[in-house]
T-cell receptor
């Protein structure tokens, strides 16, 4: 079974430029998560999708961040415009999300963003 | 406010000895706790978990202990191996799938 796929793995941009990250979850996984991981910190949830619906986007800075999961499969996270403080690793995770309580989350390798 | 805390940023242990990683939490509504392991340039991978109705869960060399009254959990690795060298994250979950992670502890196992 293929794992969570993310691209690109690394991205370097200048501040004020736009950037987009792509994630393809494990086949059959209904729930998709985007996390932000700053250096020396644990991952922090940005947004969670149940199929194509964003069910928790309370931590997403909506002035510059946007996300979509149009067909309930792969997802894109966008930042426009990027700021220096956005330099971090952006992790995507997925889970089956079919049972109550906790559903194990599987993480992709992440995209390391550097904003100059 | 950090709801899940890992106060030791690093730990160094000799191969064959026990590694003990600690985690404290503040939210009494958390009912599921997990440990994730992360190698450089990879995403976190699930290691072991424990429900709040238990106080111990064991999987091979890995054992997680939960002390609800102290809001404390720990991960024991016995015996430690060089391949265990990684960053370990403690995470907690309440009535949703939302995970709250600690800041991680870097474990180094030396020969």
């Amino acid at each position: 079974e293929a794992g969570v796929v993310q691209s690109p793995r690394y991205k370097i941009i200048e501040k004020k430029q736009p950037v987009a990250f792509w994630c393809n979850p494990i086949s059959g996984h209904n729930t998709l998560y985007w996390y932000l991981q700053n250096l020396g910190q644990g991952p922090e949830l940005l947004i969670r999708y149940e199929n194509e619906e964003a069910v928790d986007d309370s931590q997403l800075p909506k002035d510059r961040f946007s996300a979509e999961r149009l067909k309930g499969v792969d997802s894109t996270l966008k930042i426009q415009p990027a700021e220096l403080g956005d330099s971090a690793v952006y992790l995507c995770a997925s889970s089956r999300g079919t049972s109550s309580g906790y559903n194990e989350q599987f993480f992709g390798p992440g995209t390391r963003l550097t904003v100059l | 406010d950090q709801q899940v805390k890992q106060n030791s940023p690093s730990l160094s242990v000799q191969e064959g000895r026990i590694s003990i990683l600690n985690c404290d939490y503040t939210n009494s509504m958390f009912d599921y706790f997990l440990w994730y392991k992360k190698y450089p340039a990879e995403g976190p991978t699930f290691l072991i978990s424990i429900s709040s109705i238990k106080d111990k869960n064991e999987d091979g060399r890995f054992t997680v202990f939960l002390n609800k009254s102290a809001k404390h959990l720990s991960l024991h690795i016995v015996p430690s191996q060089p391949g265990d060298s990684a960053v370990y994250f403690c995470a907690a979950s309440g009535d949703t799938d939302k995970l709250i992670f600690g800041t991680g502890t870097r474990l180094q196992v030396f020969p």
